[in-house]
């Protein structure tokens, strides 16, 4: 398969391309769970006499904009293994998703958790639940230790064993955080690397690059279910990632870090302002 840091141009998509529409769903369904969730439950006429949220134009909004963003997080976790794959520093990687998840989550909270009463009191974090990143930081280290162990001169059901022990333990970690996606979003990621190394080792994808693709993000769509019904709509990027090309294109490697704290701390400036 074409190595996912050749820069060189092709049809289909580029690695960049993805990410770009990722971040883009992203931010409408962040808009949805911030901006216009606040401006249904603050207005009375939305309800019915027994309390319910009836269903007008601002509820399909709401419920189309957060279907459209099921699409990101499969995205990133597809990403993230090729990234892996082709990384120079595992535990650079790492250390970057830990970094970035300690920065975003002030952001994530005032844009999620936030009340425009508390944070006038001073109060810019809280810990009900924690970004995404947290989440990325747990499956990539499952992914690291996996690889390791799998790299080991021992036998091959002890490795495996191994293996799914230290993810089942780190995917509790997520579930007790309570990190976006939780444990879902960690055996997620661990089951994406297992399918990419596996297909690796037999050399599926050098044979079938797009029919392993699809598998692949397929895969990860299936798996993430488990968190909720709405990710039925994540299987739209199935067509996406069948049109993935390999090739890394536009250098963007930390629009994805930056993007994602700056984007909330802008939605979460946003609703202080708009809501008490």
């Given at each position: 398969?074409?190595?996912?840091?050749?820069?060189?141009?092709?049809?289909?998509?580029?690695?960049?391309?993805?990410?770009?529409?990722?971040?883009?769903?992203?931010?409408?369904?962040?808009?949805?769970?911030?901006?216009?969730?606040?401006?249904?439950?603050?207005?009375?006429?939305?309800?019915?006499?027994?309390?319910?949220?009836?269903?007008?134009?601002?509820?399909?909004?709401?419920?189309?904009?957060?279907?459209?963003?099921?699409?990101?997080?499969?995205?990133?976790?597809?990403?993230?293994?090729?990234?892996?794959?082709?990384?120079?520093?595992?535990?650079?990687?790492?250390?970057?998703?830990?970094?970035?998840?300690?920065?975003?989550?002030?952001?994530?909270?005032?844009?999620?958790?936030?009340?425009?009463?508390?944070?006038?009191?001073?109060?810019?974090?809280?810990?009900?639940?924690?970004?995404?990143?947290?989440?990325?930081?747990?499956?990539?280290?499952?992914?690291?230790?996996?690889?390791?162990?799998?790299?080991?001169?021992?036998d091959i059901m002890l490795k495996l064993v191994l293996s799914g022990a230290f993810a089942v333990g780190l995917a509790a970690i997520a579930y007790f955080m309570k990190t976006d996606y939780d444990a879902v979003g960690v055996c997620a990621i661990e089951a994406a690397y297992l399918f990419r190394k596996s297909v690796k080792i037999i050399g599926y994808e050098e044979e079938y690059p797009i029919r392993c693709n699809v598998i692949f993000a397929?895969?990860?769509?299936?798996?993430?279910?488990?968190?909720?019904?709405?990710?039925?709509?994540?299987?739209?990027?199935?067509?996406?990632?069948?049109?993935?090309?390999?090739?890394?294109?536009?250098?963007?490697?930390?629009?994805?870090?930056?993007?994602?704290?700056?984007?909330?701390?802008?939605?979460?400036?946003?609703?202080?302002?708009?809501?008490?």
């Amino acid at each position: 398969m074409t190595n996912v840091l050749d820069k060189t141009e092709s049809k289909g998509l580029s690695g960049s391309i993805l990410k770009i529409i990722a971040c883009v769903t992203m931010f409408i369904d962040h808009t949805a769970f911030s901006i216009v969730r606040q401006m249904q439950l603050g207005d009375t006429t939305n309800f019915d006499s027994n309390g319910e949220l009836i269903k007008n134009g601002i509820y399909y909004l709401f419920h189309v904009m957060r279907g459209i963003g099921r699409i990101a997080f499969p995205i990133f976790i597809f990403m993230l293994i090729e990234g892996y794959f082709h990384t120079d520093n595992r535990w650079l990687y790492l250390l970057r998703m830990a970094v970035f998840a300690i920065i975003s989550e002030v952001p994530y909270d005032v844009a999620f958790n936030l009340t425009q009463r508390q944070m006038l009191e001073g109060k810019f974090i809280e810990f009900t639940d924690q970004n995404v990143f947290f989440t990325l930081f747990l499956g990539l280290l499952a992914v690291i230790i996996s690889d390791t162990l799998l790299s080991l001169d021992i036998d091959i059901m002890l490795k495996l064993v191994l293996s799914g022990a230290f993810a089942v333990g780190l995917a509790a970690i997520a579930y007790f955080m309570k990190t976006d996606y939780d444990a879902v979003g960690v055996c997620a990621i661990e089951a994406a690397y297992l399918f990419r190394k596996s297909v690796k080792i037999i050399g599926y994808e050098e044979e079938y690059p797009i029919r392993c693709n699809v598998i692949f993000a397929g895969l990860i769509c299936t798996i993430l279910l488990f968190s909720g019904v709405k990710e039925v709509f994540a299987y739209a990027i199935l067509p996406l990632c069948a049109l993935y090309n390999g090739k890394r294109g536009q250098y963007m490697k930390y629009t994805f870090y930056v993007f994602y704290p700056l984007h909330l701390l802008i939605l979460g400036l946003i609703k202080f302002i708009m809501f008490e």
